[in-house]
């Protein structure tokens, strides 16, 4: 079945995303089954997520959730861009953080006041890792985007709030991935 712009009229190949007639976007849905198809198999896969299932395992996990979260997706942001590369010292810094807190928390017969001070010191240290590496990751996918999205209403709908990443890190980073698997720049591990 011959695909045309709904724009213009002009016959198409299949594999544009604009049309090179008129320059209209031609949506992957009006594409026939077996290009929507390919393309998808062409496409970085990356787990789709719901923020409700995200939010209630990381309250019963008391926040280990979040390691498992950048530690399973490592080597997908890993292999998006060659010239970013998933921020290993910012997870250093984290894991240093939450075992400062850990020993502390475990450990008898310290004194309460610095005790406290040692656990308040190892929240901003565990803090200012989930920070930097959901910056990291955020500057990741941004590159992603760039380099593969040519459609300025999705990069629109794809813009990322530095507040939004600064209070919810890796919730809100889940959130954007599931954007982008709907808008099919990535393809949802199964």
């Known amino acids: 079945m011959p695909l045309n712009c ?17 320059g209209s976007f031609i949506d992957y849905e ?17 787990k789709y997520t719901s ?3 995200i939010i209630i395992v990381s309250i019963f996990t ?4 979040g390691i498992y979260w950048y530690l399973s997706n490592r080597k997908r942001f890993n292999e998006l861009v060659d010239s970013l590369k998933f921020p290993d010292i910012g997870f250093g810094i984290y894991i240093l953080g939450w075992l400062a807190f850990l020993f502390i928390s475990s450990s008898e017969g310290s004194e309460p006041d610095i005790a406290d001070t040692i656990n308040s010191v ?15 990751i955020k500057k990741i996918l941004k590159e992603y985007l ?3 999205c040519t459609d300025e209403a999705i990069l629109k709908v794809l813009t990322f709030s530095d507040v939004a990443l600064f209070c919810f890190g890796y919730i809100y980073l889940q959130l954007q991935i599931n954007k982008m698997i ?9």
Request: aromatic share 12%; net charge positive; proline share 7%.
């Open 6 to 22: 709904k724009t213009c009229g002009a016959p198409l190949k299949g594999d544009e995303e604009h049309c090179p007639y008129c």
């Open 30 to 46: 009006d594409r026939p089954k077996s290009h929507k198809a390919e393309r998808k198999k062409n496409l970085p896969q990356i």
């Open 51 to 53: 923020a409700t299932f």
């Open 62 to 65: 008391l926040g280990l959730y």
């Open 122 to 136: 190892a929240y901003l240290v565990m803090w200012c890792g989930a920070l930097w590496m959901s910056f990291g």
């Open 146 to 148: 760039t380099q593969h």
């Open 182 to 190: 709907k808008a099919e720049i990535f393809a949802p591990t199964l």
